[in-house]
T-cell receptor, first 110, second 111 residues
Framework: DAGITQSPRYKITETGRQVTLMCHQTWSHSYMFWYRQDLGHGLRLIYYSAAADITDKGEVPDGYVVSRSKTENFPLTLESATRSQTSVYFC?????????FGPGTRLLVL | GEDVEQSLFLSVREGDSSVINCTYTDSSSTYLYWYKQEPGAGLQLLTYIFSNMDMKQDQRLTVLLNKKDKHLSLRIADTQTGDSAIYFCAVFNQAGTALIFGKGTTLSVSS
């Protein structure tokens, strides 16, 4: 199906572990984004990518790593998870300005 | 820095109109956006307005833009219980690289 998907939808991990959240879009949109959503903070941009092999930091990039070797995929890695990274993570893609969001990944770090 | 402000809660009765307000500090957006988030779901693009427009109507939704006051509003006519959700206002940052979201307005519709 066309659209944007995220996996896993739910993840429980422990402090210090590495976790990778996947994002895949079928539209061939140039831009892709990762946000986290926390109560009281709304959505905050973690990283974004303007095209394959081009990424840049957003508002809250610390503790996260991204890569974009293919246009359709934009994985987000937490290299050493911390409790403060417990959140709901949303991936989005955009052909230019309007962004389309995935269903989200709920991550709990114990 | 750039900021987008929204009131956090709005409670209305079914059949009434709802008005959700948003103010922003600066924007280079060609478009300004309203997104809807239902419980446990992602953000769904609800509507948007071109920055050169004052008003856009889309069925029960009316978007008003006052660029002078940097004020954006979303009016939902004949509000239904299915409209209960969180509504986010979003504009592009001055660099034009990413959307800035308000914290969201939780709309509660009672029957």
């Amino acid at each position: 199906d066309a659209g944007i998907t995220q996996s896993p939808r739910y993840k429980i991990t422990e402090t210090g572990r590495q976790v990778t959240l996947m994002c895949h879009q079928t539209w061939s949109h140039s831009y892709m984004f990762w946000y986290r959503q926390d109560l009281g903070h709304g959505l905050r941009l973690i990283y974004y990518s303007a095209a394959a092999d081009i990424t840049d930091k957003g508002e809250v990039p610390d503790g996260y790593v991204v890569s974009r070797s293919k246009t359709e995929n934009f994985p987000l890695t937490l290299e050493s998870a911390t409790r403060s990274q417990t959140s709901v993570y949303f991936c989005a893609s955009s052909p230019w300005e309007t962004q389309y969001f995935g269903p989200g990944t709920r991550l709990l770090v114990l | 820095g750039e900021d987008v402000e929204q009131s956090l809660f709005l409670s209305v009765r079914e059949g009434d109109s709802s008005v959700i307000n948003c103010t922003y500090t600066d924007s280079s957006s060609t478009y300004l956006y309203w997104y809807k988030q239902e419980p446990g779901a992602g953000l769904q693009l609800l509507t948007y307005i071109f920055s050169n427009m004052d008003m856009k109507q889309d069925q029960r939704l009316t978007v008003l833009l006052n660029k002078k006051d940097k004020h954006l509003s979303l009016r939902i006519a004949d509000t239904q219980t299915g409209d209960s959700a969180i509504y986010f206002c979003a504009v592009f940052n001055q660099a034009g690289t990413a959307l800035i979201f308000g914290k969201g307005t939780t709309l509660s519709v009672s029957s």
